[in-house]
Structure formats: C-alpha cells, structure tokens
C-alpha cells in the first residue's frame, strides 16, 4: 500500500502562483510514476501533470508553460509549481501515484483562484 499527503493548496488571486506538494509513504519502492490530476465541480477529473522515476514529464495543454511538476525521490516527494494562475485553474487538486498495476491517490487539496 502507499499513502499519499498533499499540502499546499489555498487561495490566490489570479496571476499568482501556489506550489503544492505531495508525500508518498509505505511501499514507495513500488512507485514509477507520480502526478496530478483535478476535479472542479461538476466536471470530471482530469490529468495536470506526470512525471515518471525516470523520464519526461507530461502536461496537459492547459498548463503548458505554467504548472512544472518536479520529484525527489530521496524525499519521496513530487510537487507541482502553479504559476500565472488563472480562475479556470480552481479546483480540488489530487496527488496520484502508480505502482504496478495499482493506482493510488491522495485526499485531494483545494486550490481557489480569485480575481
């Protein structure tokens, strides 16, 4: 099993930045990729960003050029950095990890932007 904790969410006013971070604990050995993904009301939850052990991270287009997501592995750790954040961006934001074939996920953090 592995756990996940996000932190980091909160309110901003557009144009900001946030950064969020997410903890993975128990079988992190089995981990390849880690991500984000999000889910605003009423709408279903979509991809943000992965980024495997090894190799190129991936972004929905909808955050190119804004959202970098990065990983430590010694921390065991993935962040996503939010910059140039608009209203559209508002949403419940999900930590996401895969391990062989299992897919885990954290308790989601709330990002709300104001304008």
């Known amino acids: 099993q592995v756990q996940l904790v996000e932190s980091g969410g909160g309110l901003v006013q557009a144009g900001g930045s946030l950064r969020l971070s997410c903890v993975a604990s128990?079988?992190?050995?089995?981990?390849?990729?880690m991500g984000w993904y999000r889910q605003a009301p009423g709408k279903q939850r979509e991809l943000v960003a992965t980024?495997?052990?090894?190799?190129?991270?991936m972004y929905a287009d909808s955050v190119k050029g804004r959202f970098t997501i990065s990983r430590d592995n010694a921390k065991n750790t993935v962040y996503l950095q939010m910059n140039s954040l608009k209203l559209e961006d508002t949403s419940v934001y999900y930590c996401?990890?895969?391990?062989?074939?299992?897919?885990?996920w954290g308790q989601g953090t709330q990002v709300t932007v104001s304008s």
């Open positions: 996401n990890a895969i391990g062989g074939s299992t897919m885990y």
């Open positions: 128990g079988s992190i050995f089995s981990i390849n990729v």
């Open positions: 980024i495997p052990r090894n190799g190129r991270t």
